[in-house]
């Protein structure tokens, strides 16, 4: 496995998993009405200063998911993780690779001092997954969101460099 730059013949993939209820059900924004066009215009705006946006491949460079850095801020040294993973690559450990390898590049390309991500507070799968990844609870905000027309806990999660370099 390894991260590159997403490119146009991953979309189908992408759409895949956007239109997968089973694997975005948890997800804040619904990406069940994400078209071809609107995939395309986000896989060509996928990496900038504030934002970057890798495909996890397999060997055959087939896509299996996408692992991101949002909201970058140079100044604070921090920026938003969020990942999303196409069902058959579900327990292949191609999420944590990825999660690996999106920390190694905030934290040793970018500079980074905080990595952090939030979840909804029924995605129990997600939450042990990111524990297991390295990051701190940090704190709830309550009844925070809407989805699926039921208000959702939200749940903060982050990384700090050093707390990084200790699970070398």
Not at 5 to 19: C, P, R, S
Not at 99 to 118: C, P
Request: net charge negative; charged share 25%; aromatic share 14%.
């Amino acid at each position: 496995m390894r991260l590159r730059l997403l490119e146009n013949k991953d979309i189908g993939y992408i759409l895949e998993w956007m239109h997968d209820p089973a694997v975005n059900r948890f997800f804040q924004t619904d990406f069940s009405t994400y078209t071809e066009e609107k995939v395309r215009e986000f896989v060509a705006g996928s990496f900038s200063d504030t934002a970057r946006h890798y495909a996890c491949v397999d060997d055959t460079d087939e896509y299996l998911g996408t692992v991101s850095l949002k909201n970058i801020n140079y100044a604070a040294g921090n920026a938003e993780y969020a990942v999303s993973f196409r069902k058959n690559a579900h327990g292949t450990g191609a999420s944590f690779f990825a999660t690996k390898e999106i920390l190694r590049i905030a934290f040793e390309e970018l500079g980074l001092n905080r990595v952090y991500l939030n979840v909804i507070g029924s995605n129990q799968r997600a939450m042990a997954f990111y524990k297991k990844a390295g990051f701190i609870y940090e704190g709830t905000f309550r009844r925070h969101i809407l989805v699926n027309e039921v208000l959702e806990d939200l749940n903060w999660y982050g990384i700090l460099k050093d707390e990084y370099e200790d699970k070398g």
